[in-house]
């Protein structure tokens, strides 16, 4: 596609429900990133893929939330018993390769609310 | 301390006028610093990179990096309503291998008519 692709665009979920966001990124770009931005906050880095390896998680809040790419391209962020201040915007961004501009193209995020 | 310090605004400008959005950082060793524009519902946009101390001009925007004094700007002149967004001041962490990217908390720019 021509952009990094995001679904669901909105997901509503009931506390302690298990929750899967996807994220589809440009074609060719070998780094893949997850992004957590709640209101009024700049995006809080999760995790970061080169290929199909998970090259840092460091930013995953606790070992509920979890994330593949197993096949280098598409990644699934996987959030088990979400509580409700798991509510955010979920952003993903993937880059051509790992060092580089900086230039992180962002999909237009998966806004999860728990209720 | 936050790693990357933003007002959070709003910064509210006439149309026409230069807007000066600031960001102070507090890793030394950091080397690379983006502005990202993000409008209200929409993802950021990269919009400046800046890699050495000095000025990067680029139309109508103009970064700022002092690194002695651990501060990025964005200067916008001529500024137009369209340029109402959020404005992301983002720094590189150092020693990650990669393009590990702390961001502020923004600062809304608001520029009337």
């Known amino acids: 596609g021509a952009g990094v692709s995001q679904t669901p665009s909105n997901k509503v979920t009931e506390k302690g429900k298990y929750v899967e966001l996807r994220c589809d990124p440009i074609?060719?770009?070998?780094?893949l990133y997850w992004y957590r931005q709640s209101l009024g906050q700049g995006p809080e880095f999760l995790i970061y893929?080169?290929?199909?390896?998970?090259?840092?998680d460091s930013g995953l809040p606790n070992d509920r939330f979890f994330a593949v790419r197993p096949e280098g391209s598409v990644s699934t962020l996987k959030i088990q018993r979400t509580e409700r201040g798991d509510s955010a915007v979920y952003l993903c961004?993937?880059?051509?390769?790992?060092?580089?501009?900086?230039?992180?193209?962002f999909g237009e995020g998966s806004r999860l609310t728990v209720l | 301390q936050k790693e990357v310090e933003q007002n959070s605004g709003p910064l509210s400008v006439p149309e026409g006028a230069i807007a000066s959005l600031n960001c102070t950082y507090s890793d030394r060793g950091s080397q690379s610093f983006f502005w990202y524009r993000q409008y209200s519902g929409k993802s950021p946009e990269l919009i400046m990179s800046?890699?050495?101390?000095g000025d990067k001009e680029d139309g109508r925007f103009t970064a700022q990096l002092n690194k002695a004094s651990q501060y990025v700007s964005l200067l916008i002149r001529d500024s137009q309503p369209s340029d109402s967004a959020t404005y992301l001041c983002?720094?590189?962490?150092?020693?990650?291998?990669?393009?590990?990217?702390?961001f502020g908390t923004g600062t809304r720019l608001l520029v009337s008519p």
């Open positions: 074609s060719g770009h070998t780094a």
């Open positions: 983002a720094v590189n962490i150092i020693g990650t291998g990669f393009q590990k990217l702390v």
């Open positions: 961004a993937s880059s051509l390769r790992a060092k580089g501009t900086g230039e992180l193209f």
């Open positions: 893929f080169q290929g199909t390896g998970a090259a840092d």
């Open positions: 800046i890699y050495s101390n």
